[in-house]
C-alpha cells in the first residue's frame, strides 16, 4: 500500500496521507467558483491533482482536470469560464490505490460517464478493499477500464445496472462494494452525496442560499459561507436537486459506525466539526490525556508543527509547563521550490523546519507530535533539537503506535516499514535516540474523542486498525496477495 507518488513537500515522506478530498454544490450561479473554494478548504486531503465537473442546459457536462494545486489551476477567469452551470463536484487526490510511478491524468476524478439516461459523475474518498476482484469480473464481462483508480469500479458497476435512473443504479453498484468510501456524484439536475455503512470516512451536508452543498469536512462549508446542516449518516444516500432538496434514505443493511480514528487525530483541519465536536478541542484533549498518562520533568513543551501544535497546548495546559514555539516551519516551501536532487534531500527537513535555538538551548524540551510512521523525520527532528544546544529530547505522540498498514483511503507503508511494526516503544526511543518516547494509550485517545470509558473492546466506536489490527472490513485484495491481518475480519 505504499505509494510511489511525489508527496506534497518533497522531504514529508513521513506521515499518514488522507487520500482525497470531495465537495459539490447544486442550485448556485457559477457552481464551479464555489467547488474551486470548497476544494482550496480542502486542499490539505490531496494535493496531487484536482478536478471539477459541471452541467449547463446550453453546452452540458464540463470538465477541467489538472496535476497540483487548487490554486495554481482552478484560478484564472478562462479557466472558471469553461465550467459554467449551476450544478457541480470536484475531488483533490493524494492516491494510494491506482497508478505506480508518476500520477497519471486518467486516474483523477471526478470520473464521468454516459449512461443511458444521460451522464452522471462520480467523486470518491476512501479505498475499495475488493477492487482487484471487481475489476477482474468486469473485464472478463467485457468492461473496458481507462484509469487504475479502484473508484472506477463504480462506474462499470452503474453501467451494467438495471436500475431506471442515476440514484438506482448507484445503490446497486454500492451494495457490490466493500470498503470505506465518501462518495459526492451528479448528474444533470441532482447531486448525490453517500457513505458507506460503516461511516469510516466523513461527508457533511450544507445550506447556501436557496442551494445545496455536499464536502468532506465542515472547512468546506465555511470557506463558501454555508451553513452547515448535518453529518450524512453512515450507510445513507441523499439525492439533492433545486426541485426537491434533500431526499434521503438508506439502501445497505445497517451496521455500527466506525468513523476513522486518525481524522481526530490528524487528516482533518482543525477548524472543522466531527461527530458534533470540534476537532481542535479533541486533539487538545488528546494533549490533555497525553500529560496524564506520560508526565515528565522538563522546561518547555514544544509542537512538531502543525500537526502538532493542539495537542502540545493540551499537554502544556494539563502539564503546567509552559507552551513554546521551539520549532518554525517555513510555510512557503511549496514542492516546486527547488528540485529535490539528491543533495538538497540530505537538508532534508531544514529546509521545512527550523531550530529556534535561542529557545531551546539549554533546555529539556518535550517534543509532541501526531505520530511516528518510519521514524526518519522524528530522528531528523531529534538531531536538530540537539544540535541546537537542548538538554533533552522527549517526544510525546498523540496518537498509539502505527503498527498496522490501513486499507480504507488512507496512504500506509506496507507493515514491514512501520517503525512500530518491528520495534518495541524501547526499541523506538532507543533507534530514535531520545530521552523518552511515549504514546497516548488507545483507551486515551478514545476517551478524548469523546469515550469517557475508552475503548469498548467488544464493539469499538471508531475504526482504529492502525493502531488495533482490528479491520472492521474485511481486506479482501490484500488477503488474496498474502497478507494477515491480526485479528480475523468479520
Given at each position: 500500500m505504499s505509494?510511489?507518488?511525489?508527496?506534497?513537500?518533497?522531504?514529508?515522506?513521513?506521515?499518514?496521507?488522507e487520500?482525497?478530498?470531495?465537495?459539490?454544490?447544486?442550485?448556485?450561479?457559477?457552481?464551479?467558483?464555489?467547488?474551486?473554494?470548497?476544494?482550496?478548504?480542502?486542499?490539505?486531503?490531496?494535493?496531487e491533482a484536482g478536478g471539477i465537473v459541471t452541467h449547463d442546459f446550453e453546452t452540458g457536462f464540463n470538465q477541467q482536470?489538472?496535476?497540483?494545486?487548487?490554486?495554481?489551476?482552478?484560478?484564472?477567469?478562462?479557466?472558471?469560464?469553461?465550467?459554467?452551470?449551476?450544478?457541480?463536484?470536484?475531488?483533490?487526490?493524494?492516491?494510494?490505490?491506482?497508478?505506480?510511478?508518476?500520477?497519471?491524468?486518467?486516474?483523477?476524478?471526478?470520473?464521468?460517464?454516459?449512461?443511458?439516461?444521460?451522464?452522471?459523475?462520480?467523486?470518491?474518498?476512501?479505498?475499495?478493499?475488493?477492487?482487484?476482484?471487481?475489476?477482474?469480473?468486469?473485464?472478463?464481462?467485457?468492461?473496458?477500464?481507462?484509469?487504475?483508480?479502484?473508484?472506477?469500479?463504480?462506474?462499470?458497476?452503474?453501467?451494467?445496472?438495471?436500475?431506471?435512473?442515476?440514484?438506482d443504479r448507484m445503490e446497486e453498484a454500492l451494495r457490490k462494494v466493500e470498503g470505506a468510501f465518501s462518495i459526492v456524484a451528479m448528474t444533470r439536475t441532482k447531486i448525490i452525496g453517500c457513505r458507506d455503512p460503516l461511516g469510516v470516512r466523513p461527508l457533511v451536508l450544507g445550506k447556501i442560499g436557496d442551494g445545496w452543498a455536499l464536502a468532506s469536512e465542515t472547512c468546506a462549508l465555511d470557506i463558501i459561507?454555508?451553513?452547515?446542516?448535518?453529518?450524512?449518516?453512515?450507510?445513507?444516500?441523499?439525492?439533492?436537486?433545486?426541485?426537491?432538496?434533500?431526499?434521503?434514505?438508506?439502501?445497505?443493511?445497517?451496521?455500527?459506525?466506525?468513523?476513522?480514528?486518525?481524522?481526530?487525530?490528524?487528516?482533518?483541519?482543525?477548524?472543522?466539526?466531527?461527530?458534533?465536536?470540534?476537532?481542535?478541542?479533541?486533539?487538545?484533549?488528546?494533549?490533555?490525556?497525553?500529560?496524564?498518562?506520560?508526565?515528565?520533568?522538563?522546561?518547555?513543551?514544544?509542537?512538531?508543527?502543525?500537526?502538532?501544535?493542539?495537542?502540545?497546548?493540551?499537554?502544556?495546559?494539563?502539564?503546567?509547563?509552559?507552551?513554546?514555539?521551539?520549532?518554525?516551519?517555513?510555510?512557503?516551501?511549496?514542492?516546486?521550490?527547488?528540485?529535490?536532487?539528491?543533495?538538497?534531500?540530505?537538508?532534508?527537513?531544514?529546509?521545512?523546519?527550523?531550530?529556534?535555538?535561542?529557545?531551546?538551548?539549554?533546555?529539556?524540551?518535550?517534543?509532541v507530535d501526531d505520530s511516528v510512521v518510519r521514524g526518519t523525520t522524528s530522528r531528523k527532528i531529534k538531531e536538530m533539537i540537539l544540535d541546537a544546544g537542548a538538554a533533552e529530547v522527549h517526544f510525546r505522540i498523540a496518537s498509539p503506535p502505527t503498527a498496522w498498514p490501513c486499507f480504507y483511503g488512507v496512504d500506509t507503508p506496507d507493515r514491514d516499514k512501520l517503525l512500530a511494526a518491528n520495534m518495541t516503544a524501547d526499541q523506538m526511543r532507543d533507534h530514535l535516540g531520545v530521552d523518552s518516547l511515549k504514546f497516548i494509550s488507545l483507551d486515551g485517545l478514545y476517551r478524548a474523542s469523546g469515550e469517557p470509558n475508552g475503548r469498548d473492546t467488544k464493539s469499538p466506536a471508531f475504526c482504529d486498525a492502525c493502531f488495533s489490527g482490528e479491520y472492521p472490513v474485511k481486506p479482501t485484495d490484500m488477503i488474496a496477495k498474502g497478507f494477515k491481518p491480526k485479528v480475523p475480519a468479520e
Open positions: 505509494h510511489d507518488f511525489p508527496p506534497a513537500h518533497p522531504f514529508d515522506d513521513d506521515k499518514l496521507r487520500e482525497c478530498g470531495v465537495f459539490g454544490v447544486v442550485g448556485v450561479a457559477d457552481a464551479s467558483n464555489f467547488v474551486a473554494l470548497g476544494l482550496h478548504a480542502l486542499q490539505h486531503r490531496g494535493q482536470r489538472r496535476m497540483g494545486l487548487v490554486r495554481d489551476n482552478f484560478t484564472s477567469p478562462n479557466m472558471m469560464a469553461s465550467l459554467p452551470g449551476p450544478i457541480g463536484i470536484g475531488h483533490v487526490r493524494y492516491s494510494t490505490a491506482g497508478s505506480k510511478g508518476q500520477t497519471a491524468m486518467r486516474d483523477v476524478q471526478p470520473f464521468f460517464g454516459e449512461f443511458s439516461m444521460g451522464g452522471a459523475a462520480i467523486a470518491h474518498n476512501g479505498n475499495i478493499t475488493n477492487a482487484d476482484a471487481l475489476r477482474r469480473e468486469l473485464i472478463e464481462r467485457g468492461s473496458i477500464f481507462q484509469s487504475s483508480s479502484d473508484s472506477e469500479c463504480i462506474i462499470h458497476l452503474m453501467a451494467r445496472s438495471m436500475g431506471q435512473n442515476i440514484p459561507g454555508a451553513e452547515f446542516v448535518r453529518e450524512i449518516a453512515p450507510g445513507e444516500m441523499v439525492v439533492i436537486s433545486e426541485a426537491n432538496g434533500v431526499q434521503s434514505h438508506f439502501p445497505f443493511r445497517p451496521a455500527k459506525s466506525r468513523f476513522c480514528i486518525f481524522e481526530n487525530v490528524y487528516f482533518s483541519r482543525p477548524d472543522s466539526i466531527l461527530g458534533g465536536r470540534s476537532v481542535y478541542e479533541t486533539r487538545e484533549n488528546i494533549g490533555r490525556e497525553l500529560a496524564k498518562e506520560a508526565p515528565v520533568d522538563a522546561d518547555l513543551v514544544c509542537p512538531v508543527p502543525d500537526s502538532g501544535t493542539p495537542a502540545a497546548i493540551g499537554y502544556s495546559l494539563e502539564s503546567g509547563i509552559p507552551y513554546a514555539m521551539g520549532i518554525i516551519r517555513n510555510q512557503y516551501m511549496g514542492r516546486t521550490f527547488i528540485e529535490p536532487t539528491e543533495s538538497i534531500r540530505n537538508m532534508g527537513v531544514r529546509l521545512k523546519l527550523n531550530v529556534n535555538r535561542a529557545l531551546v538551548k539549554g533546555k529539556r524540551i518535550i517534543l
